[in-house]
C-alpha cells in the first residue's frame, strides 16, 4: 500500500521480480544509494536489507540501478541483478527507447490540455543555485541542451485550497530535472516543489512527482510495470479532484501503443535500410567484379597479341 509515512528499511514495495531484474516502487524522501556514512536510508540498504541473497560484492552499491530519480520523487525504479541484464536496460536507455511517464500535481490550471514542452536545460552555475538546473536563456544557464516532455491534462482540482491539475508527463529526453524544471517553465510547477518554486512551495509533505510507467523493450520479454497512483484523496484529502478530462489507464494505454506503432515503423524503417545497404554492397562487389573481368581480359588479350608477335 502506498502511504504518507516516511521510509524504513521494512516499507520497501516490491512491484515487479525476475532472475534479472527487482522493480520497486521508490519511497518519496529515500535517496536511490549514498556514499555519506550517515545516510543510513536508501533504496540500496532496503534492497540488502529484504534481499542480501541478491547483492553482488563485485559491485560499490552491490545493486545495479539501471536509472536514476530524484529524493524526492516516488515509483517505478528499476534494479538488474546482473551484470548481463545490466547491460541489455542499458542499450535500452541508451537507444531511447525505454517509455516513462510520471503522475504529478502542479500548480495552477493547465489551459493547453495537450503540449510539448521544449526548453533546452542546462547547469545552472549562479553562486548558491549550482545544485540547480535552468532553461536557455536564464542567467547563469552552462550547456543547455535540447529537452523535450510530453503533457497531458487529465484532472482539474484544487491541493489544500489551491488550484492545480493532475498531469501525466512523458519525457522524451533524460535531462536531469527536467520535468521539474519544465513545469516550472510553463509557469506551473509540481506542488511540493521547494527547489523550483524559489523555496515557497514548502507546505506538503512532500514533492508530487511519481514514476508511474515503466516500459523496456527488452527481449524475448518486454519488463511494462506500473506504480499505482498516489495522488488520491484516500491517501492526501488535501487533493480534490473537480473535473476529470482523461482516464488514467485508457491515457496510459494510447500512449503504449503509439510508443509501439513507432517502435514498429523505427524497425521497418531499419530494416529497409539494411536492405539499401546489403543492395549496395552487391551492386558494388557486381562492379569491382566486372572490373577484375574485364582487367584480366584485357591481361589475356595482351598476353596473346605477345605471343602471337613471338
Known sequence: MMTTEPASLENLRVLYQSDDFIVVDKHWDIRIDSKMWYEKQT???QLRHR????ADPSTYYGFRFCHQLDFSTSGALCVALNKAAAGRAYRCFK???VTKAYLALIRGWVEEETQTVEFSIGRNSTEGKTHMMCTEGSEGCQNPKPCQTELTVLEYGSYDGGPVTKVLLQPL??????????????????VGDFTYSAGADGAPYRMMLHAHL???????QPLLVTAGDPFVPALDPKWQPQRSLRKLEATVEALLEQR???????VKEEEQERVRREEERRRWRKEQRMKESEEQSRQCQEWLSEWAGD
Not at 534481499?51 to 541478491?54: A, G, H, R, S, T
Not at 536531469?176 to 509557469?187: D, E, F
Not at 509501439?260 to 523505427?266: A, G, N, P, Q
Open 173 to 190: 529526453t533524460g535531462r536531469t530535472h527536467q520535468l521539474r524544471v519544465h513545469c516550472s517553465a510553463i509557469g506551473h510547477p509540481i
Open 43 to 45: 533504496v540500496q540498504a
Open 95 to 97: 537507444d531511447r527507447r
Open 51 to 54: 534481499f542480501p541473497q541478491l
Open 214 to 220: 515503466l516500459h523496456l523493450p527488452l527481449e524475448p
Open 260 to 266: 509501439l506503432e513507432e517502435e514498429d515503423r523505427k
